[in-house]
């Protein structure tokens, strides 16, 4: 009951969706964000892990992109070395070039990517228990971001404040500005993040699996409702998740990543409609399904993801993939065109003169 | 049934949010060696405070009308008009003497502590969150403090600058402070290290980052508040310390100088007697063992009262 979201457009707010939509359309020709041969490097003692290794993509203004992939598949370490949030040491981004609305992000100085942080990319976190700080107020943690970025006074950043815990479905959010964040329950103080992550008007957010604390119901509340508060503030989303359900509602294209690599990209149907990489089956088929009688056992993908030291010139996927033949141990596949304009797949297989039909 | 109507009632209804200091004093007063222990610092710094206005002498005024009718000889509590504790054996009011002591033992007990924290703040902090070698250099020079004996340290610190001006400032009072600040702040510094270390991995950590929060403001804003709970307990728990510390020097000649009157002081005097006027001895010695307990009380009551752990429970 607490969760109710109520999301009325007033006029003004849709003067303002228009206009941003006006703006989209003129910036359509480029892109947000454009990702370019981005590796992020870990130097450990027991040698360097190659954790993001040559990724490139591109996001457009307002777009909802979806990156998905199993645990240790570098996709939180990509959307951390956007913002350049990669603990250092033992992280550092070694090559590449991530252009965010014009301006390449890694040679920015430090200052100035800190000033655009919070302000132009906003980032919700995993868990929404341990990244509120438990000594701070609601209230406070929300204008930190708002003082910071925007120069309001402590009133005037306070009452954008309300309006925004308003807009996240907070009821009386006026007399919950002093609360602190064990008064609030994990979906209340995700809204607060997402509050948080929306306080500066952001071109991007980042959505590092926004809902995997979440119960179900939840889950889907929150999904809905950084979708209609994206929309209605044009901002564009990139989502990280595990689960392929929720990207399947949430985005425009998604990106799969496995063991550091972008494996295949394309629109969201295509992905899941005609997936030309086995991963990317592998993914669909550990799906459970409700149609499904012949088991009553979940299906997986045997093997884990390799230790990303030391990579040897193969497909990476290789060791756990049913079709891989000698091809696949010999040579890496490029990320290579398939059907559909902007589908790419990595694979050998179902490339031109693959096994794969 | 009744936690579940509690919880309801916490969001239901607009109450005025507690905060975490106020709900460690809800624990706190449940607790109820913390609350005596409590009462009785409260008490001793009022003493210290209000000591000279309700001392009915001065505490190096000797009374020689008095000290003639005892034939002088120490007077035992309660055989003299005028000396309501009696007199000691240079016919000094006991009373008046132990007042003075509560504020010597009482501004050792807080100024020392602030010594501690204006060194083992800083120490701690600068090793916990630059990390690498500033850490490896600040925390071995910590570990050799450490391993030095803190009561030789400060006896020899006492003793190298008992003729300075620096050392004769207070009557010595300033030394003692300063010597028992540079051999205490050890804990405190060890302490922030080690909440700084495992706050600065949390993930609110990550996310004030996230928002453009400067390195300065996360530590002042987001890492140290969250370091003042244990950082509050060890340093109660380090006064009892310190007001040993004094009345150990006192004892030894080495500390705070006559004519001041520290309990420490007092007992050094009072052994000489300790057949004839064995209350020259004892009430001092009183008012140490009650400041030691009372301080420790408090402190481990603290402890309970602010380690997250524990909420909901008791």
Known sequence: MEEAVSLEVTPDEAARITR???????????????????????????????????????????????????????????????????????????????????????????????????????????????????????????????????GLSKKASYDRVVELLDKVGIPRARDRLGDYPHQFSGGMRQRVMIAIALSCDPKLILADEPTTALDVTIQAQILELISVLSDEFGTAVLLITHDLGIAAGMCDRVNVMYAGRIVETGSVDVIFERPRMPYAWGLLDSLPRLDDVRSDRLRTIEGLPPLLINVPDACRFNPRCAYARDACRDHEPGLTPREEPGHYARCWATDKGGWIP | ??????????????????????????????????????????????????????????????????????????????????????????????????????????????????????????????????????????????????????????????????????????????????????????????????????????????????????????????????????????????????????ATLAYLGVGVQPPRASWGKMIAEGVNFIRSAPYLTYLPGLMIASALISFTFLGDGLRDALDPKLKGKQ
């Not at chain 1, 490097?41 to 992109?65: I, Q, R």
């Not at chain 2, 504790?85 to 509560?102: E, M, P, Q, R, V």
Request: aromatic fraction near 8%; glycine fraction near 10%.
């Open chain 1, 20 to 150: 941003e939509q006006r703006e989209t359309k003129a910036a359509k020709s480029k892109n947000l964000l454009e990702v370019k041969n981005l590796s992020t490097h870990f130097f450990t003692p027991d040698g360097v892990v190659h954790a993001v290794d040559d990724v490139s993509f591109e996001l457009g203004y307002g777009e909802t992109l979806g990156l998905v992939g199993e645990s240790g598949c570098g996709k939180s370490v990509t959307a951390l070395s956007l913002t350049r949030l990669v603990p250092n040491p033992p992280g550092k981004i070694v090559s590449g070039s991530v252009v965010f609305d014009g301006v390449d992000l890694l040679k920015l100085s430090d200052e100035g990517m800190r000033k655009l942080r919070g302000k132009e990319i906003g980032f919700i976190f995993q868990d929404p228990l341990t990244s509120l700080n438990p000594t701070l107020t609601i209230g406070y943690q929300i204008a930190e971001s708002i003082r910071q970025h925007m």
């Open chain 2, 1 to 246: 049934m009744a936690t579940t109507a509690g919880v309801l009632d916490r969001t239901v209804t607009a109450r005025r949010s507690s905060g975490i200091w106020r709900d460690a004093l809800g624990r706190l007063m449940r607790n109820r060696l913390a609350v005596i222990g409590g009462i009785w610092v409260i008490f001793l710094i009022l003493l210290a405070i209000f000591g000279p206005a309700i001392a009915p002498w001065h505490y190096d005024q000797k009374d020689n009308v008095a000290f003639n009718l005892a034939h002088g000889r120490p007077a035992p509590p309660f055989t003299i008009p005028n000396h309501p504790l009696g007199l000691d054996n240079y016919g000094l009011d006991i009373f008046s003497k132990l007042l003075d002591g509560a504020q010597i033992s009482m501004s050792v007990a807080f100024v020392a502590q602030a010594v501690v924290l204006l060194i083992g703040i800083p120490i701690g902090a600068l090793a916990g969150w630059y990390g690498g070698r500033l850490d490896t250099y600040l925390m071995r020079f910590t570990d050799v403090m450490y391993a030095f004996p803190d009561l030789l340290l400060i006896i020899l610190l006492s003793v190298a600058f008992r003729d300075t001006d620096f050392g004769r400032a207070l009557n010595g009072l300033f030394l003692v402070f300063v010597a028992i600040g540079l051999t205490s702040w050890v804990t405190v510094a060890r302490l922030v290290r080690g909440q700084l270390l495992s706050l600065r991995e949390m993930e609110f950590v990550e996310a004030a980052r996230a928002i453009g929060v400067s390195g300065r403001k996360i530590m002042t804003r987001h890492l140290l508040p969250n370091a003042i709970g244990p950082v509050t307990v060890a340093v109660t728990l380090g006064i009892p310390t310190a007001i040993l510390f004094e």
